[in-house]
Nanobody
Framework: QVQLVESGGGLVQPGESLRLSCAAS????????MGWYRQAPGKQRELVAY???????NYADSVKGRFTISRDNDKNMVYLQMNNLKPEDTAVYYC????????WGKGTLVTVSS
């Protein structure tokens, strides 16, 4: 069993930054990959950023150049640095780990509003 706990969400104004953290209950290097997903009200959950064990990284087109995913193997953490936030980034952000089976955290809410 894998536990994932997200943190770092909050209310920010457009143009500001946030860093989300995902704490895993086991070494993140053991996962095939880890990702950040988000779900806005009334919309389907979508991929934001994904990092594989070999550190191949993919981003959604909507966040390229603004968001950065990173991993700290020693701390069992995955991060999502979000810069120049926009109102359309408002969503619940979830951390996912791929260990053959997908494990999900409970999410953290990000609200971007003036």
């Amino acid at each position: 069993q894998v536990q994932l706990v997200e943190s770092g969400g909050g209310l920010v104004q457009p143009g500001e930054s946030l860093r989300l953290s995902c704490a895993a209950s086991r070494n993140v290097f053991s996962f095939n990959g880890m990702g950040w997903y988000r779900q806005a009200p009334g919309k389907q959950r979508e991929l934001v950023a994904y990092i594989t064990r070999s550190i191949t990284i993919n981003y959604a087109d909507s966040v390229k150049g603004r968001f950065t995913i990173s991993r700290d193997n020693d701390k069992n953490m995955v991060y999502l640095q979000m810069n120049n936030l926009k109102p359309e980034d408002t969503a619940v952000y979830y951390c996912k780990a791929d260990l053959g089976t997908d494990y999900w955290g409970k999410g953290t809410l990000v609200t971007v509003s003036s």
